[in-house]
């Protein structure tokens, strides 16, 4: 009957074979041409949505080492415990608007532990697989008059999509708590009928155990509302801002302060990260693949062997005489800040200088700095990969592909990405990808994986930079600017090859080598002229496609045009900060 309906229906609203604004279909009558056009109505309409497939890793997540606190599922943040959930009951979902226009969904945490109470709903788009969670609390506080936790007064109501013509399943009700003198709300209720929710269904925290939080991604919005993640806005190794995980609904524009709060740890003899054994079982379980272009010419090589192959330091003022390096960099200067007194070049023998510069990948390996974020809830893993050449940069002006003389060399090349594991279980939630002088984080369920749980990194041709997938990445607008173009090969760096250079966490277990401690540039200033440069590809433009390119090209930062050697990893701000 229904299919009955919906040809009956196409008769009056699709346009016939031939008419002006439909197409023509050769071979086929009307009748068959209407009943395709209805299939693909159907087919669009009931599609499964990303969302619906509940993403998993690969390969189920290791059993790990033994230890104090980490992958034990709870964290103590002082007097209030918390864990980490990731399964959901839907309450609510709307199939339009937000990323990709597919709607968003709100689940509310299910399978919370005995003794926990809920902190607030979970929402996501749904142009990506279920994939998230939310941190639900217990007091265990010796206190009887100051407890961690408390209910809230009564409920406000934000936001209603009763009245809105959206493509939903049923009418919306976005609820802040009201939370008691001393206390703040940590996340929202979401109800599809009027009547406020149970003062017994959510918790808010005590204030000494909150911090200030901001927006982060977008999740959905219409008519002005909208719905962000929210994540502590202090974040680094000494941060104690803790990540909930819930969502914050505003309306009309940002509001400062939040309505709602992070958490915060309060608990400095907080035991979650890993110990010496289970950050070697991690990266034995999550280290990646490092592919690199198949035309690259300049490859990755181990610290040593480029100190060892003739690298050589140069100090201001006696620029005539400059120094071997020792093996390890023993004899290069210690601390400091970034003065411009001293610099690392290549050999000075041509033939050395050539050979050097291509790096050599077996030697590779990755430098790994372990560091607590997130007030301890999560591990983040930074994977440093060191180039002793960054190559001449290729440009792309809409069909025309050119390339430099000069535009992005520079002696020197650290790269990296970085891991991040939840504290509470062990599991890879996300890959940063470093990208010249920023970068990009990715979700487990949008990573591209091999043999189990290893992630698949691609580093750019001459730039190394890393991102996700294999393609183009264009570093500008319009179909004008660099290229970073990204490839499979035969040339792959296993990343779990490792050393393990810092580890605050663990004291003086892990010693850092002394090159680690060199805060000036690991190469010299490259003095060519980049109008000069940047005329050779003009030539072969005209006006405003011209213009267009010079404006990209002057804007972009002196990392990507590779003005001078870059500095070490522990001079760089994610060293003890968040990932940008």
């Not at 005995?114 to 609390?137: E, H, I, R, T």
């Not at 050999?347 to 030697?363: E, I, M, Q, S, Y």
């Not at 792959?492 to 090859?497: P, R, S």
Request: proline content about 7%.
């Amino acid at each position: 009957m229904c299919v009955v309906v919906g040809i009956i229906c196409a008769l009056f609203l699709w346009p016939t074979p031939g008419d002006a604004s439909g197409e023509k279909f050769s071979g086929m009558s009307m009748h068959e041409n209407l009943f395709k056009k209805y299939q693909a109505h159907i087919f669009k309409k009931y599609q499964a949505l990303p969302i619906e497939t509940i993403f998993k890793l690969p390969a189920a997540t290791p059993v790990w080492p033994s230890g104090d606190g980490f992958a034990s599922e709870i964290i103590d943040l002082g007097g209030l415990q918390v864990s980490q959930i990731s399964t959901f009951n839907k309450v609510w979902a709307t199939h339009e608007g937000g990323p990709d226009n597919q709607g968003a969904t709100v689940f509310e945490p299910t399978g919370i532990p005995q003794g926990f109470f809920m902190l607030g709903s979970y929402s996501q788009p749904n142009n990506k697989p279920l994939f998230g969670w939310v941190l639900v609390a217990k007091d265990v506080s010796s206190s009887t008059t100051n407890a961690t936790l408390k209910q809230p007064l009564d409920y406000s109501l934000v936001w209603s999509s009763a009245s809105l013509k959206i493509n939903q399943d049923n009418p919306a009700y976005v609820w802040l708590p009201t939370a008691p003198d001393g206390y703040k709300a940590v996340g929202h209720v979401v109800t599809t009928t009027p009547e406020k929710p149970s003062l017994d269904k959510i918790r808010c925290v005590r204030a000494d155990l909150t911090d200030q939080c901001e927006t982060y991604s977008w999740i959905w919005g219409a008519n002005g509302f909208n719905v962000y993640d929210a994540r502590p806005s202090n974040r680094g190794t000494q941060a104690c801002g803790v990540h909930v995980g819930t969502f914050v609904a505003q309306n009309d524009g940002s509001a400062s302060p939040l309505s709602i709060a992070s958490l915060k740890n309060t608990n400095a003899n907080s035991k979650s990260m890993p110990n010496l054994q289970q950050i070697e079982a991690i990266l034995k379980a999550y280290s990646p693949y490092l592919y690199l272009h198949p035309d690259e010419e300049y490859l990755p090589s181990s610290v040593n062997w480029f100190f060892s192959n003739g690298a050589l330091l140069y100090k201001k003022g006696q620029e005539s005489t400059p120094v071997r390096i020792a093996p390890n960099g023993t004899n290069l200067p210690q601390g400091g800040y970034n003065d411009g007194a001293y610099w690392l070049d290549l050999p000075a023998d041509p033939a050395d200088k050539a050979r050097v510069k291509k790096g050599d990948l077996p030697t590779a390996k990755t430098y790994i700095h372990v560091k607590q974020m997130l007030g301890g809830t999560f591990t983040d893993i930074a994977m440093w990969v060191f180039y002793p050449f960054n190559g001449p940069a290729r440009a792309k002006v809409k069909f025309i592909n050119t390339k430099f003389d000069r535009i992005g060399e520079h002696v020197g090349d650290w790269e990296h990405v970085t891991l991040r594991v939840s504290n509470f279980n062990g599991q890879l939630w996300g890959v940063y990808f470093s990208q010249h002088n920023k970068g990009e984080w990715v979700e487990a369920s949008r990573l591209e994986f091999q043999s189990g749980n290893k992630p698949v990194v691609y580093s750019s041709w001459h730039g190394h930079a890393s991102y996700p997938h294999a393609g183009l990445n264009l570093l500008g607008t319009d179909g004008i600017g660099i290229r970073d173009d990204t490839a499979k090969s035969g040339m792959v760096l296993d990343m779990g090859a490792f050393e393990l250079i810092s580890a605050e966490h663990l004291g003086s277990a892990v010693i850092e080598p002394p090159w680690l401690n060199y805060f000036r540039e690991w190469g010299p200033k490259i003095d060519y002229n980049t109008d000069d440069e940047l005329r050779k590809v003009e030539k072969i433009l005209l006006g405003k496609l011209k213009r267009q390119f010079e404006n990209i090209i002057r804007s972009l930062p002196k990392e990507v045009l590779g003005e001078e050697g870059p500095t070490g990893p522990k001079v760089k701000n994610n060293w003890s900060g968040d990932e940008v």
